[in-house]
Protein backbone atom coordinates (compact mmCIF):
# COMPACT_ATOMS: atom_id res chain seq x y z
CA UNK A 1 0.00 0.00 0.00
CA UNK A 2 1.30 3.45 -1.18
CA UNK A 3 1.75 5.47 2.01
CA UNK A 4 2.65 9.50 1.91
CA UNK A 5 3.71 10.88 5.18
CA UNK A 6 4.26 15.11 5.42
CA UNK A 7 6.33 17.15 8.01
CA UNK A 8 5.55 19.27 9.74
CA UNK A 9 1.75 19.39 10.26
CA UNK A 10 1.89 23.08 10.40
CA UNK A 11 4.54 25.99 10.01
CA UNK A 12 4.99 29.78 11.08
CA UNK A 13 7.24 31.37 9.09
CA UNK A 14 8.34 35.37 9.17
CA UNK A 15 8.27 36.96 5.50
CA UNK A 16 11.43 36.51 4.14
CA UNK A 17 12.86 33.50 6.34
CA UNK A 18 13.56 30.40 4.05
CA UNK A 19 12.14 26.87 4.82
CA UNK A 20 11.34 23.07 3.43
CA UNK A 21 8.54 21.03 3.36
CA UNK A 22 9.47 17.50 3.79
CA UNK A 23 7.05 14.64 1.80
CA UNK A 24 8.19 11.16 3.01
CA UNK A 25 6.77 8.49 0.75
CA UNK A 26 6.60 4.59 0.34
CA UNK A 27 5.56 3.54 -3.18
CA UNK A 28 6.10 0.68 -5.33
CA UNK A 29 6.70 1.62 -9.00
CA UNK A 30 7.07 5.32 -8.75
CA UNK A 31 4.82 6.82 -11.61
CA UNK A 32 5.20 10.69 -10.59
CA UNK A 33 5.31 12.76 -7.63
CA UNK A 34 3.22 15.73 -7.37
CA UNK A 35 2.92 18.86 -5.23
CA UNK A 36 0.05 20.77 -4.77
CA UNK A 37 -1.28 24.12 -2.77
CA UNK A 38 -4.50 24.45 -1.18
CA UNK A 39 -6.04 27.53 0.16
CA UNK A 40 -9.21 27.80 2.59
CA UNK A 41 -12.25 26.71 0.47
CA UNK A 42 -10.70 26.48 -2.47
CA UNK A 43 -9.65 22.46 -4.69
CA UNK A 44 -5.76 21.81 -4.51
CA UNK A 45 -3.77 24.14 -6.96
CA UNK A 46 -1.47 22.25 -9.02
CA UNK A 47 2.65 23.01 -8.35
CA UNK A 48 5.00 20.07 -9.73
CA UNK A 49 5.17 17.13 -11.04
CA UNK A 50 8.66 15.06 -10.31
CA UNK A 51 9.32 11.70 -12.20
CA UNK A 52 12.55 10.59 -10.67
CA UNK A 53 14.91 10.79 -8.07
CA UNK A 54 17.44 13.75 -9.04
CA UNK A 55 14.73 15.88 -10.43
CA UNK A 56 14.25 19.33 -9.81
CA UNK A 57 11.46 22.19 -10.83
CA UNK A 58 11.65 25.57 -10.02
CA UNK A 59 8.79 28.15 -10.00
CA UNK A 60 8.94 31.68 -8.37
CA UNK A 61 9.89 31.58 -4.64
CA UNK A 62 9.58 27.24 -4.56
CA UNK A 63 11.33 24.33 -5.54
CA UNK A 64 10.92 20.66 -5.22
CA UNK A 65 13.49 18.25 -5.41
CA UNK A 66 13.27 14.35 -5.22
CA UNK A 67 15.02 11.44 -3.81
CA UNK A 68 14.30 7.57 -4.15
CA UNK A 69 12.87 8.26 -0.39
CA UNK A 70 11.22 11.79 0.09
CA UNK A 71 10.64 14.90 -1.75
CA UNK A 72 11.18 18.53 -0.32
CA UNK A 73 9.56 21.89 -1.20
CA UNK A 74 11.96 24.62 -0.63
CA UNK A 75 10.16 28.31 -0.37
CA UNK A 76 12.92 30.68 -0.78
CA UNK A 77 12.07 34.28 0.98
CA UNK A 78 8.39 33.44 1.21
CA UNK A 79 5.81 35.97 1.48
CA UNK A 80 2.30 35.72 3.04
CA UNK A 81 0.78 35.38 -0.05
CA UNK A 82 2.31 32.13 0.11
CA UNK A 83 0.24 30.78 3.32
CA UNK A 84 -1.83 28.10 2.54
CA UNK A 85 -1.55 23.83 2.61
CA UNK A 86 0.64 22.19 0.79
CA UNK A 87 -0.26 18.89 -0.47
CA UNK A 88 2.47 15.92 -1.40
CA UNK A 89 0.68 13.03 -3.57
CA UNK A 90 2.13 9.80 -5.53
CA UNK A 91 0.99 7.25 -7.47
CA UNK A 92 2.34 3.96 -8.40
CA UNK A 93 1.59 0.86 -9.56
CA UNK A 94 -1.85 0.42 -7.21
CA UNK A 95 -2.86 2.83 -9.99
CA UNK A 96 -4.22 5.53 -7.46
CA UNK A 97 -3.02 8.98 -6.69
CA UNK A 98 -2.03 8.60 -2.46
CA UNK A 99 -2.11 12.23 -1.29
CA UNK A 100 -0.50 12.93 2.48
CA UNK A 101 -2.12 14.99 5.13
CA UNK A 102 -0.71 18.42 4.13
CA UNK A 103 1.81 20.97 5.81
CA UNK A 104 -0.30 24.21 6.31
CA UNK A 105 2.37 26.90 6.08
CA UNK A 106 1.66 30.80 7.44
CA UNK A 107 4.08 33.36 6.37
CA UNK A 108 3.52 36.34 8.83
CA UNK A 109 4.24 39.94 7.81
CA UNK B 1 -14.12 29.54 -17.65
CA UNK B 2 -11.38 26.59 -19.00
CA UNK B 3 -11.39 24.67 -15.50
CA UNK B 4 -13.56 22.08 -13.67
CA UNK B 5 -16.74 22.46 -12.51
CA UNK B 6 -18.57 21.48 -9.97
CA UNK B 7 -22.16 21.91 -8.39
CA UNK B 8 -23.76 22.95 -6.41
CA UNK B 9 -20.79 23.95 -4.35
CA UNK B 10 -22.72 23.81 -1.02
CA UNK B 11 -25.60 21.18 -0.14
CA UNK B 12 -27.42 21.12 3.19
CA UNK B 13 -29.57 17.47 3.49
CA UNK B 14 -31.44 15.40 5.79
CA UNK B 15 -29.94 12.24 7.03
CA UNK B 16 -31.60 9.36 4.64
CA UNK B 17 -32.17 11.28 1.40
CA UNK B 18 -30.07 10.85 -1.65
CA UNK B 19 -27.87 13.60 -2.81
CA UNK B 20 -25.83 14.19 -6.93
CA UNK B 21 -23.28 15.88 -6.94
CA UNK B 22 -22.16 16.97 -10.91
CA UNK B 23 -18.95 17.49 -11.79
CA UNK B 24 -17.70 18.83 -15.44
CA UNK B 25 -14.45 18.21 -16.45
CA UNK B 26 -12.00 20.76 -18.35
CA UNK B 27 -12.85 20.14 -21.98
CA UNK B 28 -10.78 16.97 -23.76
CA UNK B 29 -9.33 15.21 -20.46
CA UNK B 30 -9.87 11.26 -20.75
CA UNK B 31 -9.44 10.98 -17.09
CA UNK B 32 -12.06 12.19 -14.43
CA UNK B 33 -11.51 11.61 -10.55
CA UNK B 34 -13.60 11.87 -7.52
CA UNK B 35 -12.07 12.48 -3.65
CA UNK B 36 -13.64 13.38 -0.49
CA UNK B 37 -12.28 15.56 2.30
CA UNK B 38 -13.10 15.75 5.50
CA UNK B 39 -12.24 18.03 8.35
CA UNK B 40 -8.80 17.94 8.92
CA UNK B 41 -8.22 14.60 6.97
CA UNK B 42 -6.02 14.07 3.40
CA UNK B 43 -7.80 13.56 0.13
CA UNK B 44 -9.18 9.91 -0.24
CA UNK B 45 -9.76 8.22 -3.21
CA UNK B 46 -13.24 7.13 -4.53
CA UNK B 47 -13.60 6.70 -8.13
CA UNK B 48 -11.52 7.15 -11.39
CA UNK B 49 -12.20 7.09 -15.09
CA UNK B 50 -10.52 6.70 -17.77
CA UNK B 51 -11.93 7.04 -21.35
CA UNK B 52 -14.14 3.68 -21.70
CA UNK B 53 -12.36 1.69 -19.68
CA UNK B 54 -14.05 0.14 -16.75
CA UNK B 55 -14.16 2.89 -13.60
CA UNK B 56 -11.93 2.36 -10.92
CA UNK B 57 -14.56 1.83 -8.16
CA UNK B 58 -11.91 0.57 -5.11
CA UNK B 59 -12.13 3.61 -3.16
CA UNK B 60 -15.99 3.79 -3.28
CA UNK B 61 -16.53 3.70 1.28
CA UNK B 62 -19.80 1.65 0.75
CA UNK B 63 -22.67 0.87 -1.63
CA UNK B 64 -24.84 3.53 -1.17
CA UNK B 65 -22.11 5.52 -3.02
CA UNK B 66 -21.91 5.05 -7.07
CA UNK B 67 -21.05 7.44 -9.74
CA UNK B 68 -21.41 7.59 -13.66
CA UNK B 69 -19.93 9.41 -16.56
CA UNK B 70 -22.18 10.30 -19.65
CA UNK B 71 -20.56 10.67 -22.76
CA UNK B 72 -16.66 11.29 -21.79
CA UNK B 73 -17.71 14.48 -19.84
CA UNK B 74 -19.64 15.28 -17.04
CA UNK B 75 -19.80 13.12 -14.06
CA UNK B 76 -22.75 12.61 -11.27
CA UNK B 77 -21.23 11.34 -7.66
CA UNK B 78 -24.48 9.63 -6.07
CA UNK B 79 -25.00 8.99 -2.62
CA UNK B 80 -27.86 7.22 -1.32
CA UNK B 81 -29.04 7.07 2.45
CA UNK B 82 -27.20 10.05 3.15
CA UNK B 83 -25.74 9.64 6.62
CA UNK B 84 -24.02 12.39 8.76
CA UNK B 85 -20.53 10.41 8.17
CA UNK B 86 -20.70 11.15 4.81
CA UNK B 87 -20.49 15.19 5.80
CA UNK B 88 -17.34 15.87 3.73
CA UNK B 89 -16.20 18.51 0.75
CA UNK B 90 -16.15 16.10 -2.03
CA UNK B 91 -13.39 17.21 -4.95
CA UNK B 92 -13.21 16.37 -8.75
CA UNK B 93 -10.54 16.54 -10.50
CA UNK B 94 -9.54 16.04 -14.58
CA UNK B 95 -6.10 15.02 -16.21
CA UNK B 96 -5.32 14.77 -20.03
CA UNK B 97 -5.01 11.17 -19.82
CA UNK B 98 -4.22 8.99 -16.58
CA UNK B 99 -2.19 9.03 -13.31
CA UNK B 100 1.04 10.14 -14.80
CA UNK B 101 -0.09 13.74 -15.84
CA UNK B 102 -1.02 16.36 -13.35
CA UNK B 103 -4.86 16.29 -11.96
CA UNK B 104 -6.80 19.62 -11.97
CA UNK B 105 -8.98 20.52 -9.54
CA UNK B 106 -12.54 22.15 -8.98
CA UNK B 107 -13.43 23.74 -5.68
CA UNK B 108 -15.75 20.47 -4.39
CA UNK B 109 -19.04 20.33 -2.84
CA UNK B 110 -19.22 20.88 0.87
CA UNK B 111 -21.90 18.63 2.11
CA UNK B 112 -23.89 18.65 5.69
CA UNK B 113 -25.72 16.20 6.28
CA UNK B 114 -28.32 17.36 9.41
Known amino acids: EDQVTQSPEALRLQEGESSSLNCSYT??????LFWYRQDPGKGPEFLFT???AGEEKEKERLKATLTKKESFLHITAPKPEDSATYLC??????????FGSGTQLTVLP | GAGVSQSPSNKVTEKGKDVELRCDPI?????LYWYRQSLGQGLEFLIY????????KSGLPSDRFSAERTGGSVSTLTIQRTQQEDSAVYLC????????????FGDGTRLSIL
Open chain 2, 93 to 104: ASSWTGLDQPQH
Open chain 1, 27 to 32: VSGLRG
Open chain 1, 50 to 52: LYS
Open chain 1, 89 to 98: AVTGSARQLT
Open chain 2, 27 to 31: SGHTA
Open chain 2, 49 to 56: FQGNSAPD
